[in-house]
Each structure stands twice: as structure tokens, then as C-alpha cells.
Nanobody
Framework: QVQLVESGGGLVQPGGSLRLSCAAPGRTFSNYAMGWFRQASGKEREFVAAISWSGGQSYYADSVKGRFSISRDSAETTVYLQMNSLKPEDTAVYYC????????????????WGQGTQVTVST
């Protein structure tokens, strides 16, 4: 079992930035592909970004491409989602997820999930 803990959410004005973090207390993410997903109120959970276990491959939803960046630290203990130029439509609960295999964008193929962190983009 892998427990994931997200942090870094909050309220930000349109055009602002936030950096989300995802950690698994007491363990590393080596050999795990990691993903970020989001779920807005009344909508289905959707893919945001994902990164391979090696960090060599990353994928982004079209809606965030060029604005968001996913990365993982060299110690393999934390995965980040840097979010720039935030828009009101980015408002959602953001979830970190992990799978011990190749990177994919389908949420149902991820084995482990965090509890989520709220991101609100508003004036």
C-alpha cells in the first residue's frame, strides 16, 4: 500500500501560480509512474499531467499544456505540479496518483491516490 499526501493548494487570483507537491511518507517513488488529476464540482475526474518513473517522459492535457509542469525530485520522494497562468476553469480538487508500471493518462489505471488538495482560482 502506498499512501500519497498532496499539499500546496489554495486560493489564487487569475494569472497567478501555485506549486502542488505529492509525497509518500516513509518511502520513495522509484519505479512508479506518477500522475496529477483534477475534479471540478459536478464533473468527472480528468487527467492533468503524468510523468514516467524515470522522469524522461511527461504528458499533459491540452488544457494545461504550456502552463503546467510536472516534475519529480532526484531523491524520488516528491512529485510536483507547477501551475502558472492559472485560470478560473482550473478550479478543482487536485489528486496525485501512482502506478508501479508505465506512465498512462487513464485515471482508472492508477493504483494509489491521495486525498486531494483544493485549488481555487478567483478574484
Amino acid at each position: 500500500q502506498v499512501q500519497l499526501v498532496e499539499s500546496g493548494g489554495g486560493l489564487v487570483q487569475p494569472g497567478g501560480s501555485l506549486r502542488l507537491s505529492c509525497a509518500a511518507p516513509g518511502r520513495t517513488f522509484s519505479n512508479y509512474a506518477m500522475g496529477w488529476f483534477r475534479q471540478a464540482s459536478g464533473k468527472e475526474r480528468e487527467f492533468v499531467a503524468a510523468i514516467s518513473w524515470s522522469g524522461g517522459q511527461s504528458y499533459y492535457a491540452d488544457s494545461v499544456k504550456g502552463r503546467f509542469s510536472i516534475s519529480r525530485d532526484s531523491a524520488e520522494t516528491t512529485v510536483y505540479l507547477q501551475m502558472n497562468s492559472l485560470k478560473p476553469e482550473d478550479t478543482a480538487v487536485y489528486y496525485c496518483a501512482a502506478r508501479p508500471s508505465i506512465v498512462v493518462v487513464t485515471p482508472t489505471l492508477y493504483n494509489y491516490w491521495g486525498q486531494g488538495t483544493q485549488v481555487t482560482v478567483s478574484t
